[in-house]
């Protein structure tokens, strides 16, 4: 798809103002109001759809549609991409994009931005606070409670402070939490399969078996590369300290639940709190089993830990934000399916952004249509991956429309923009 905009360098965008947008925007699922607010302050179009659309629905509606949100319900198949005849972006309004083939909106030039972190605080806290109630014993004090019975007693209720936690996977979720753990007074230690920085007085394990026998509490906050599927086995829980506290918020398929109830069982695990599950119902009406259910020493939580009303609000500002830089400067950093490109908008220039299948020649065929017509290149920048290769072109002088379609005209283009 060519997109050509007649140029008028008297007008304001020359001078690096926001170009109007124009377009439309299709939000699903009750994405947070914050998103169709920004979009139409934008100058888009909004329609909201309070509930997901089935395929051949959403086939039908697609058609016109700029930009399209999503939360974690909706897919966005082959076919639906198909479709889409006007398409420049997806917003997955959550953390996941399984349900995006993100292979067909590559091959279209359609990126797709989703919210890694809004909801990293909302984790970090519920995990913070169920390390807390564990440690106490809250939850079977409560549960005594419920069933009439008074049980005052210090027995096996222990403060945090000085505890160590061991931290599985030290990313935006795991870093955040050894920071406030420390606040706290325990002493952090993590282990990363990358090199990470600790922050801190955070100590790296040199190995999950050492963060294992060392921690008073371990929590898994790996992200859910299949590699990581089983990483919590019989032989994880062996490694253990007796008594320790155990917590997963991470991934279900990364913990094998029946060595998880076996270390509770054994006391091996002196309590645990799982927010996620290898099969997990497909929605509030459907029912939940687990091997874990009756377990007083367990809290168990409907994937939640990322499910409060500020990481929704943030998500509801986060993607608009991202989706907006893409159409306005072209910026891809945080893409899920794009190679990642960020510049500073420049003033007094036009930005052209080419995106081709990633074939050798492309970028020569670029500047020899931009040197045939005398424009002149102040800055260009070209990152590949993943089977396509995206420009970043920013000119002096002229830039015709017979330009775009010149350019457009290279075999092996997928689309062509001009910016400002
Ligand atoms: P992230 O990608 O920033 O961090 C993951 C870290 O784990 C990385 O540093 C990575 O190098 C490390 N890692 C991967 N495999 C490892 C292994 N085998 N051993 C040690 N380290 C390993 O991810 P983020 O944002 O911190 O999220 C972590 C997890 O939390 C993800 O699985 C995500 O899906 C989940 N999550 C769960 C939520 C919930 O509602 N329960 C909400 C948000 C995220």
């Known amino acids: 798809m060519v997109v050509v905009r007649a140029l008028d360098l008297t007008e304001d965008r020359r001078l690096g103002v926001a170009p109007p947008e124009g377009g439309s925007v299709l939000l699903l699922e009750k994405v947070h109001s914050e998103a169709a607010r920004l979009f139409h302050d934008a100058g888009f179009d909004v329609e909201s759809v309070p509930e997901s659309l089935p ?15 999503i939360r974690s319900k909706t897919q966005v198949t082959r076919r639906v991409v198909e479709a889409a005849d006007a398409l420049q972006a997806v917003g997955a309004f959550c953390i996941g994009t399984n349900q995006i083939d993100l292979e067909a909106c590559r091959e279209k030039g359609v990126p797709v931005f989703n919210a890694p972190f809004s909801n990293t ?25 419920h069933d009439g019975i008074w049980n005052k007693s210090a027995h096996r209720s222990r403060e945090v402070r000085g505890k160590r936690l061991g931290i599985v996977g030290y990313g935006n979720i795991g870093a955040q939490l050894s920071v406030l753990a420390e606040a706290l007074g325990m002493e952090v230690h993590f282990y990363d399969v990358a090199d990470k920085l600790a922050l801190g007085n955070a100590h790296r394990a040199p190995s999950l078996k050492a963060l294992l026998e060392i921690s008073d509490v371990v929590t898994i906050h790996v992200d859910g590369s299949p590699s990581n599927a089983g990483l919590m086995g ?46 997990e119902p497909g929605g509030n009406e459907e029912p939940f089993s687990s091997e874990l259910q009756g377990y007083r020493n367990v809290i168990l939580t409907p994937h939640i830990g990322g499910s409060t009303e500020e990481a929704q609000e943030d998500i509801g500002r986060f993607v608009p934000g991202k989706v907006l830089d893409y159409l306005r400067q072209g910026n891809t950093r945080l893409s899920v399916n794009f190679p990642g490109l960020q510049l500073p908008e420049r003033r007094g220039a036009h930005r052209v952004v080419h995106i081709h299948e990633n074939v050798p020649g492309i970028l020569a065929r670029i500047n020899q249509v931009l040197a045939e017509a005398e424009a002149n290149i102040t800055g260009q920048y070209l990152k590949t991956g993943e089977g396509i290769g995206y420009v970043i ?28």
């Open 121 to 145: 605080r909302s984790v970090v806290e519920l995990a913070l606070g169920e390390i807390i109630v564990l440690f106490r014993n809250v939850v079977e004090k409560s549960w005594l409670l």
């Open 393 to 420: 072109t920013d000119v002096d002088g002229q830039c015709p429309p017979e330009v775009l379609q010149a350019l457009w005209e290279i075999p092996r283009t997928i689309r062509v923009k001009l910016l400002y």
């Open 55 to 69: 395929e051949d629905e959403l086939v039908v509606r697609i058609p016109g549609v700029s930009v399209l949100g």
């Open 234 to 279: 019989k032989r994880e829980f062996r490694w253990m300290k007796d008594g320790a506290v155990f917590i997963n918020l991470s991934r279900g398929f990364v913990v094998d639940l029946p060595a998880l109830k076996d270390a509770l069982n054994s006391g091996k695990v002196r309590a645990a709190a799982v927010d996620v599950f290898p099969q």
